[in-house]
């Protein structure tokens, strides 16, 4: 089945230590997107990719970094610099060019330091 | 500067009653599409309605119907004969050159 995947579901660090977190696509899509979401708030933008090799800092980047080698992955990295990375995660994707494609959603990753 | 609005954080209603959620946008474009999505408790988000910029008619599909007033930058959501399985956090969201969404209103159905 196409969709998007995530993982892991949940995921905990130690300070101090940089995780990476993992979003596929079978969509087909160019465009890719990671948010934050803290509890009892909307999503942030962290980063987004409209396409293979190029991708743009959202809101929040700054502690964040990502990479897109190939169309079918957007991993993100939860750098030691981020300063108080406990949310939950969530990796989007959708067609590229026109605004009006909706994206999809995985089912994302809930990320605590310990 | 927030992009979208969503007036209101947490609704309640009794099962059967409507249920109208608002949302507010800004933006400099004059493409661009709006969005509603639902926040189950599982956390995955789903994808509801979408309107664009060029489109002001109002539509129903089945118990969900919207209003979008483009002078007013305004694009409100109903759930009408509201369900238990309605109950979720809803996210109104506007895509210009890039998916920025509200914060989200809360949305809890009583049997």
């Known amino acids: 089945d196409g969709g998007i995947t995530q993982s892991p579901k949940y995921l905990f660090r130690k300070e101090g230590q940089n995780v990476t977190l993992s979003c596929e696509q079978n969509?087909?899509?160019?465009?890719m997107y990671w948010y934050r979401q803290d509890p009892g708030q909307g999503l942030r933008l962290i980063y987004y990719?409209?396409?293979?090799?190029?991708?743009q800092k959202g809101d929040i980047a700054e502690g964040y970094s990502v990479s897109r080698e190939k169309k079918e992955s957007f991993p993100l990295t939860v750098t030691s610099a981020q300063k108080n990375p406990t949310a939950f995660y969530l990796c989007?994707?959708?067609?590229?060019?026109?605004?009006?494609?909706?994206?999809?959603f995985g089912q994302g990753t809930r990320l605590t330091v310990v | 500067a927030q992009k979208v609005t969503q007036a209101q954080t947490e609704i309640s209603v009794v099962e059967k009653e409507d249920v109208t959620l608002d949302c507010v946008y800004e933006t400099r474009d004059t493409t661009y599409y709006l969005f509603w999505y639902k926040q189950p408790p599982s956390g995955e988000l789903v994808f509801l309605i979408r309107?664009?910029?060029?489109?002001?008619q109002n539509e129903i599909s089945g118990r969900y119907s919207w209003n979008f007033q483009k002078s007013t930058s305004s694009f409100n959501f109903t759930i009408t004969a509201s369900q238990v399985v309605d109950s979720a956090v809803y996210f109104c969201?506007?895509?210009?050159?890039?998916?920025?969404f509200g914060a989200g209103t809360t949305v809890t159905v009583r049997a």
């Open positions: 989007a994707s959708s067609r590229a060019g026109p605004r009006g494609t909706e994206a999809f």
């Open positions: 309107r664009n910029s060029f489109d002001e």
């Open positions: 969509l087909n899509h160019d465009a």
């Open positions: 969201a506007l895509f210009d050159y890039k998916l920025s």
């Open positions: 990719s409209q396409i293979v090799n190029d991708f």
